[in-house]
């Protein structure tokens, strides 16, 4: 099994300097056993470049990001970061994109947001021409790139990318144009029944399965916690699309909350439905005691 962690994992908002602090959990996952960790896109840091430096820093682990939203950054942007941090890492990088959440970035940024299949198979088409060492030409109606220069960066070759696809279009897209996808809150069911059939007969893909997870004692505190947490996905229509195809009613219950025998069980229903990695978020969203313990376990699966 396969398993890493996604950072921040709620427990760094205190931190002094962000960088050093995820830093050092990176490190921390990797003593612990996990085999990667991937990095948020957030407005107060950049995920890529937390990637670039933490897998510089920590050697072996596998570093990524979940996700980078296509909103607000041209593809060759992201494609030339991408391959930098392929090259800081000495071929450790994966690259997680996503559509992001047009009700949170499109007033945060104040520009238009485009037919959203339109912006992610086009964004996707101009990705691979860039990430495959191709003169990228491309013109369509939301992403246009014609750059007079070379994009290739050396050492930066064979950058994976995965998509945070669960609907049933940015599935087709990603069958397509990637190597597999991240969903989130997507839960077991979900994932065998909706998830894996995408790519059925096309090739073999990764889908990393992203969980909230945390090992604890105090069951009760930790659930009220994720349900203020997570709360807020359960109102955005992609996610309430895949929440019921989960058949449940709230984010937070798809939350894997308890002892090592019961969130390892959990961890294992994923696989069990075809996911071939398993990533935990928000282990830390109690304290950093809880997301030491969930890691442990992790990394003993």
Wanted: avoid cysteine.
């Amino acid at each position: 099994m396969t398993i890493g962690a996604v950072l921040p994992a709620g427990d760094a908002a205190h931190a002094k300097n962000i960088v050093d602090e995820l830093i050092a959990q990176t490190r921390e996952a990797a003593t612990a056993g996990l085999s990667s960790v991937w990095f948020t896109q957030l407005f107060d840091h950049d995920a890529i470049s937390l990637a670039a430096l933490a897998g510089r820093e920590v050697p072996g682990i596998e570093v990524g990001t979940a996700v980078v939203p296509l909103y607000s950054r041209h593809p060759l942007v992201i494609a030339s970061l991408a391959q930098t941090a392929q090259a800081a890492t000495d071929g450790r990088f994966t690259l997680g994109v996503g559509l992001g959440v047009r009700g949170l970035l499109e007033p945060a940024y104040g520009l238009d947001y485009p037919p959203p299949i339109r912006l992610l198979r086009e964004s996707l088409e101009v990705l691979n021409q860039a990430l495959d060492g191709e003169q990228v030409s491309f013109a369509g109606s939301a992403v246009r790139a014609r750059p007079p220069l070379p994009t290739a960066v050396a050492g930066g070759d064979g950058v994976q990318l995965l998509v945070a696809a669960m609907a049933p279009q940015t599935l087709r897209a990603t069958a397509e144009f990637a190597d597999g996808t991240i969903p989130f809150l997507a839960g077991p069911r979900a994932i065998e029944r909706h998830i894996v059939p995408a790519f059925a007969g096309s090739f073999e893909p990764r889908i990393v399965a992203a969980v909230p997870a945390v090992v604890t004692s105090d069951v009760d505190a930790v659930r009220a916690v994720a349900a203020t947490t997570l709360g807020y996905y359960g109102d955005i229509p992609s996610y309430r699309r895949i929440l019921d195809a989960e058949g449940v009613d709230h984010p937070a219950d798809l939350a894997l909350i308890g002892s090592e025998t019961d969130v390892a069980a959990g961890i294992r229903r994923y696989f069990d439905a075809g996911a071939t990695d398993v990533v935990l978020i928000q282990s830390g969203m109690r304290s950093t005691a809880d997301r030491l313990r969930t890691w442990q376990l992790a990394g003993s699966l």
